[in-house]
C-alpha cells in the first residue's frame, strides 16, 4: 500500500521560515509529478508547487521568489522550502503525488500539516 507522510507543519512569526517534508512509501516502481497543495479555511485547495521528474518546477504565483520546491528521487522525498512566511500562508498543507504503482498510475496525497503564520 503507497502512503505519502508530510511532516514540518507548525506555528511561525510572519517573515519566518519552514521546511515541509513529504516521503512515500511502499510498493511501487516509480513517481512521476510531485507537488504542494494548500487549503485554508473556507477556501478550495490551491496549487503552490509542482515538481516533475525531469525537474521542471511550477509554482502559485502568490509564492513565486519565497517558496522553493525540491525532490530527492532517491529517498522518494519532496520538499517545501518557505521563506518570508505571510498571514496569508497560514493554511493544510499537502503533498501530492503521481506513483506508478504494481498496477496502475494514480495520484497520492498525504494527510496534511498545518502552517500558521502569526505573530
Known amino acids: 500500500q503507497v502512503q505519502l507522510v508530510e511532516s514540518g507543519g507548525g506555528l511561525v512569526q510572519p517573515g519566518g521560515s519552514l521546511r515541509l517534508s513529504c516521503t512515500a512509501s511502499?510498493?511501487?516502481?516509480?513517481?512521476?509529478?510531485m507537488g504542494w497543495y494548500r487549503q485554508a479555511p473556507g477556501k478550495q485547495r490551491e496549487l503552490v508547487a509542482t515538481?516533475?521528474?525531469?525537474?521542471?518546477?511550477t509554482y502559485a504565483d502568490s509564492v513565486k521568489g519565497r517558496f522553493t520546491i525540491s525532490r530527492d528521487n532517491a529517498k522518494n522525498t519532496v520538499s517545501l522550502q518557505m521563506n518570508s512566511l505571510k498571514p496569508e500562508d497560514t493554511a493544510a498543507y499537502y503533498c501530492?503525488?503521481?506513483?506508478?504503482?504494481?498496477?496502475?498510475?494514480?495520484?497520492?496525497w498525504g494527510q496534511g500539516t498545518q502552517v500558521t503564520v502569526s505573530s
Open positions: 511502499g510498493s511501487f516502481f516509480s513517481i512521476n509529478d
Open positions: 501530492k503525488a503521481n506513483i506508478v504503482g504494481l498496477d496502475r498510475v494514480r495520484d497520492y
Open positions: 515538481l516533475t521528474r525531469g525537474e521542471t518546477t
